[in-house]
């Protein structure tokens, strides 16, 4: 079937929100004529998208789904646009599509979820939390966990990075959060996430969504997976303000530092805005950071000689000195290896938004109501701003090149904003854990591809297999 083809390079003009233009629709492939491309996106949604982007532009109309049950999303593809929906005009573009309000009807109306006063008001309690200085004071904690895994490592050949970065995630983001109450959660987490995950996803990309009360299946699953985990969450929030005296808890947890958070403006967190937080930051913050760890080492180990790259910038740092937040500065290369595993394994590989307004973006109109999708895993991938995109290149984050390039061609964090808060947190955590696991061991693969899948957040579709050599 022939396709009509639009330029990638469409002029850059906008108009404000609620404008009306003579610009023309996006363009999108016609798909299946009953199902539109459904059977694509359930087959390979990441590729489909980047296909799309090929042959139609940097604004695609997709639709999927059986008539009077189907979904519409418009695609936006280039740096520039995805600006202008996260950043520029964020207020036109909300929170408000399903995939959201699957995560908010689960998880809570937390800091991801929340919009407008709520969002705002939590913003302002919870950014303080978060400081540069604050999160630095989490190196050693991060640092010995990984230590931890590294040990249980030894006389083992080879491990799967998919699990073992799973739990070394999971248990520092609860250490974190929980202190010495880690070992409370990590298991009960651990055993009923991917239940949640998995139902918040199917919820999400289903044209049939049956009521939540209905005893189905996949119903009661979710539910008592989320009930074990909000009783947990629950039981410690409880003893944790039990113990409390009315002035700031003695403990640095960030559990106890948002028990304790307030201000005149906002007042405080009760008990359920802190369980909505602590979910988010479990579900958002170690799942996230487990992504960028598998396939940080996966890459290490398929490529030697960014490995041994990375092995000499370890082996310079001073000996038997604790590994802190400063640590982080002396491992520049390290760093890009990093970035880079996040250019090609972004893991929010779909960021989804619904219009207020109609909005033109790259020369095409988005109508008032439609769902709009940011893709960092095709704008990482836009062959305008990335030479030879499918390449593993850490040499594309100096300091040179990052500046000349796009702000918004490299944006696994989002933007604008609601960009996430918890940026230097993942980033000093993965730096300084592959440092660690670096520093012990040289890693080969058997796996040079590694099938992903696009839940709530990306995800390996299987194992990835590391064989271990100890490096002393």
């Not at 854990?433 to 591809?449: C, G, H, S």
């Amino acid at each position: 079937m022939a396709v009509t083809r639009t330029s990638r390079r469409t002029a850059r003009t906008t108009t404000s929100p609620g404008t009306t233009s003579a610009a023309p629709p996006a363009p999108g492939p016609t798909g299946h004529p009953l199902l539109g491309s459904a059977l694509d996106l359930r087959r390979d949604p990441l590729g489909t998208f980047v296909r799309a982007q090929r042959e139609y532009g940097d604004v695609v109309r997709v639709a999927a789904g059986p008539p009077g049950l189907r979904t519409v999303m418009y695609c936006v593809f280039s740096p520039e646009g995805a600006q202008q929906v996260l950043a520029t005009q964020a207020t036109n573009f909300r929170k408000d599509n399903v995939f959201y309000e699957e995560i908010r009807q689960t998880a809570g109306n937390g800091l991801l979820t929340s919009q407008d006063d709520d969002y705002l008001r939590q913003r302002r309690l919870i950014q303080p939390l978060f400081t540069k200085k604050r999160v630095d004071s989490y190196a050693t904690a991060i640092t010995q966990e990984a230590e931890a895994m590294a040990e249980r490592w030894r006389d083992r050949p080879e491990v799967d990075v998919v699990q073992e970065t799973d739990r070394l995630a999971l248990r520092t983001v609860a250490r974190v959060l929980f202190g010495t109450d880690v070992e409370a959660a990590v298991d009960v987490v651990r055993a009923n996430f991917p239940v949640v995950s998995a139902y918040i996803t199917g919820r999400a990309y289903s044209p049939l969504r049956l009521p939540r009360t209905w005893p189905t299946p996949s119903n009661r699953r979710a539910q008592a997976a989320t009930r074990e985990v909000y009783e947990v969450c629950d039981r410690i929030i409880a003893t944790r303000r039990s113990n409390g005296t009315g002035t700031e808890h003695e403990g640095e947890d960030l559990l106890s530092l948002l028990s304790w958070a307030r201000n005149d403006e906002d007042g405080s967190l009760d008990a359920t805005e802190l369980r909505d937080q602590v979910l988010v930051f479990l579900l958002a913050g170690h799942e996230t950071t487990a992504t960028s760890l598998t396939f940080a080492l996966h890459l290490l180990a398929c490529h030697p000689e960014a490995q041994a790259r990375a092995h000499k910038e370890v082996a310079a740092l001073p000996p038997d000195e604790p590994y802190t937040a400063t640590t982080m500065d002396q491992l520049p290369y390290l760093t890009m290896v990093l970035k880079e595993t996040m250019r090609l394994y972004p893991a929010a590989p779909l960021m989804g938004r619904r219009a207020v307004a109609e909005t033109e973006i790259d020369g095409h109109i988005i109508p008032a109501g439609a769902d709009v999708l940011i893709s960092p895993w095709v704008t990482h991938r836009h062959p305008a701003h990335w030479d030879t995109p499918d390449r593993f290149d850490p040499d594309r984050f100096t300091p040179a090149r990052e500046s000349a390039r796009h702000r918004y061609a490299w944006l696994p964090f989002g933007g604008g904003p609601r960009a996430c808060i918890g940026r230097h947190f993942s980033m000093l955590e993965s730096v300084l854990a592959l440092a660690v696991l670096l520093r012990e061991y040289n890693l080969e693969t058997p796996d040079k591809d590694i099938p992903v899948t696009a839940a709530v957040t990306l995800q390996a579709a299987g194992e990835a297999r590391v064989r271990l050599r100890a490096r002393r």
